[in-house]
């Protein structure tokens, strides 16, 4: 069975930055594309961007090029998502996706405030 | 960036309705249109995946079409555990983008 196990909720000050993680059972993330997704307070999906864990590459949203930074492990088998300089407005649930979305995390919910 | 237009936003509906649920997409992403189902608190749950192909375990009474730009997630029968959000996505071409969502609501 496939799991996506993420981290708990994170409270965090403006200005400052939180790493979610990512723990996969059952599927090695070398074999697929590990997608990062938020969910704003009643609003849609986001999609904030991808890393290949095989090699590391990353592609993100241009909104989120400069509030996330993608990485992986490989030995692990989890990936991780950084966000910097938190905004009252990164307030939102953040998802991690694999196998073609056909696998996500429960999601880990992050708020920010002072 | 390709835009996925939903509609409707929400929809009001009976239990043994048929439901469509639809996608327009800016430009052409060929057959790579995903479907997710998602319930309150929930992750999302991949029903339809390459427009067409029902995910392991969907109900049969979930489908999915295509007819040019525009992509349809249709529900025969619906049941109660059918009512939840409904999202759309594109993944011919980066950055993937989702549709806004289609809420449905019991009548």
């Known amino acids: 069975e496939v799991q996506l196990q993420q981290s708990g909720a994170e409270l965090g000050k403006p200005g400052t930055s939180v790493k979610l993680s990512c723990k996969v059972s059952g599927y090695n993330i070398r074999n697929t594309y590990m997608h990062w997704v938020n969910q704003r307070p009643g609003k849609g999906l986001e999609w904030i961007g991808r890393i290949d864990p095989a090699n590391g590459n990353t592609i993100y949203a241009e909104k989120f090029k400069s509030k996330a930074t993608l990485t992986a492990d490989t030995s692990s088998n989890t990936a991780y998502m950084q966000l910097s300089q938190l905004k009252s407005d990164d307030t939102a649930i953040y998802f991690c996706a694999i196998g073609g979305f056909a696998y996500w995390g429960q999601g880990t919910l992050v708020t920010v405030s002072s | ?107």
């Open chain 2, 1 to 107: 960036d390709i835009q996925m237009t939903q509609s409707p936003s929400s929809m009001s509906v009976s239990l043994g309705d048929t439901v469509t649920i639809t996608c327009r997409a800016s430009q052409d992403v060929g057959i790579y249109v995903n479907w997710f189902q998602q319930k309150p608190g929930k992750s999302p749950r991949r029903m339809i995946y390459r427009a067409t192909n029902l995910a392991d375990g969907v109900p049969s009474r979930f489908s999915g079409s295509r007819s040019g730009s525009d992509y349809s997630l249709t529900i025969s029968s619906l049941e109660s555990e059918d009512v939840a959000d409904y999202h759309c996505l594109q993944y011919d071409e980066y950055p993937r983008t989702f549709g806004g969502g289609t809420k449905l609501e019991l009548k």
